[in-house]
Every structure is written in C-alpha cells, then in structure tokens.
C-alpha cells in the first residue's frame, strides 16, 4: 500500500517518502527512480539497503515521523498470502489466474515462463539481472518488490503529488 500524506514539499527538494519495512531495498529501488528521496524502516538491520536507513518497527515511526514525508509505502511480511502456501495445502481463491506460465520453484526458467524468484531459488545471478538488484543476495530478492512495479506506483504518486502542489501554489 502506498499512502500520500498532507504536507506541502519545499520547492526544488525531491519529494520524501518512506519505505516501511523495506528489506533489502527492492521497492525502495523502483521509488528512487521515480525520483523520490527514499528513507526506508526495518526491524532487522538490513546493511544492504542503498539508501538512507532506520532500524526500528515500521508502525510506531511512521505515527511519530509518518507526517515528515510525501508518501508512504508499505510491503509488511506477506508469506501468508503466498501461492508458496499451496505447497501446505492452503488455497487463496482471490488470486487471479496467471496469464503466462510460471517455471517451477528452483528449476531453469523455459523460454516463455516467468521466473519463480521465492523460497531457496537457484540462478541468483539472473534474478538480480532481470530485477534491476545487483546488489541483493537471494534473501533479499526472494522478499522483495520488483523495481519495475514500485517505480509505476512512483510515478503515478508523483503526478499526483505534483498536481496537488499546483493547485496549492
Ligand atoms: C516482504 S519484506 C519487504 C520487502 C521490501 N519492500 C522490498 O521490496 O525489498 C518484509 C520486511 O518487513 C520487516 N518487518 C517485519 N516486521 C516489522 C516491523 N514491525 N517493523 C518494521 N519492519 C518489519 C522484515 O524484517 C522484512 O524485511
């Protein structure tokens, strides 16, 4: 969920927003190409997260410091709602069917599938080419939001930012 919060940017400063609990900065990643100033929040220490760093809950600071930002994003612990959890037996009939085939968890991906990046997934190296996070290991990919996804939510929450600005001004 990503939510735009009620305060006015100062003129020329990039527009701030808050990664809450980002890992190893996957999401953070798509935001800062949008062009945000990314501060992310974690409970565990994440040494390698790219940019400016907060170790604490996510939800205690973002009701103390929540209202320093432009926007916040937040991506809690989602395994629950995993299609992996079919693997116990579980069933999520919300989930909507998959338009292309997904390769098995942990094998090569055959032309035309989609990657499995979850669980102990071999070719790491792929995954952080394909995902744009060469500087993550497999923990880190394997809970992260892609780029790609967070950088399409930036963009539209900056045109949204940006037309409130200009009615403001
Ligand atoms: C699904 S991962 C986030 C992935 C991240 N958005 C990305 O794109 O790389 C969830 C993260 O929430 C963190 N976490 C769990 N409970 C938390 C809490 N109370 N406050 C802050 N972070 C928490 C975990 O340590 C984990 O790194």
Redesign the pocket.
């Known amino acids: 969920m990503t939510q735009p919060t009620p305060i006015r940017r100062v003129a020329g400063s990039r527009p701030r927003l808050l990664?809450?609990?980002?890992?190893?900065?996957?999401?953070?990643k798509g935001y800062a190409d949008a062009g945000f100033d990314v501060t992310g929040?974690?409970?565990?220490p994440?040494p390698r997260y790219p940019y400016t760093f907060v170790q604490?809950?996510?939800?205690e600071y973002i009701r103390a410091h929540g209202h320093e930002y432009d926007a916040i994003h937040a991506?809690?612990?989602?395994q629950h709602d995993s299609e992996c959890q079919r693997i116990q037996g579980r069933t999520h009939p919300d989930h909507p069917a998959h338009t292309v085939p997904q390769a098995k968890m942990g094998r090569p991906i055959p032309p035309g599938h989609y990657g499995h990046y979850v669980g102990n997934f071999s070719g790491v190296d792929r995954a952080r080419h394909v995902l744009g996070v060469p500087w993550m290991n497999r923990d880190?990919i394997r809970?992260?939001?892609p780029p790609a996804y967070a950088a399409w939510v930036g963009h539209h929450a900056l045109t949204h930012l940006n037309t409130r600005a200009e009615v403001a001004a």
């Open positions: 990664d809450a609990f980002c890992c190893q900065g996957g999401a953070a929040i974690d409970l565990n994440q604490g809950d996510a939800v991506s809690p612990p989602c880190g809970e992260c939001i």
